[in-house]
């Protein structure tokens, strides 16, 4: 078990450190209003300073992460800033999964009922289960013969993907910020 967080102020380069932020222990949960960003608008330096700002505002004390959810999550942040979103997206729910399954679910639950049974908050329940969603019509394409829609406009594809990962990357922080170590 790591008794770190994830290095995020280094995170280009894969290491690990002990993480601490300035906010009270116990006090009121700030909420993150992510800046929209289009497709070409952010740099890949600006995606990193993004997520560093999304951790510096979920962030209270500290978290223990398993090491496989801090390699899922190292995966997700450098799929979304490389441009990978279908990627982010679900190594992100990986990391979810593999988070709440180390908080306390059990090896056989599927990520709908560890997300429903863990005590994050009802409004996060609702966007995993979104998530979740989206990501399984990508996962577990029913027809993929029916692909007029992404031949005629793969940009709008990719912007929704696109807005997917940046949701996918605030859902995750989200979760495994849930229980802080202080």
Not at 95 to 104: K, Q
Request: aromatic letters at 8%.
């Amino acid at each position: 078990m790591l008794f770190a967080a994830y290095g995020f102020a280094d995170h280009r380069h894969g290491s690990l450190q002990v993480a601490e932020q300035g906010h009270a222990p116990g006090g009121p949960r700030r909420q993150v209003m992510p800046k929209p960003f289009g497709k070409g608008q952010m740099t890949e330096e600006d995606k990193w300073q993004y997520l560093v700002e999304l951790d510096e505002r979920l962030l209270q004390g500290g978290v223990i992460l398993s090491e496989w959810a801090t390699f899922l999550i190292k995966d997700a942040d450098t799929a979304f800033v490389g441009g990978a979103h279908l990627a982010s997206i679900i190594t992100a729910l990986a990391g979810v999964e593999t988070h709440l399954r180390a908080e306390g679910g059990s090896k056989k639950q599927r990520l709908i009922e560890l997300i429903d049974e863990s005590d994050i908050e009802e409004d996060l329940k609702q966007e995993l289960q979104i998530l979740r969603q989206y990501r399984n019509k990508w996962v577990h394409v029913a027809d993929p013969w029916d692909d007029d829609a992404l031949l005629e406009s793969p940009d709008d594809h990719e912007s929704e993907l696109e807005e997917m990962a940046r949701r996918c990357a605030v859902a995750l922080r989200r979760t495994i910020y849930t229980n802080p170590w202080i």
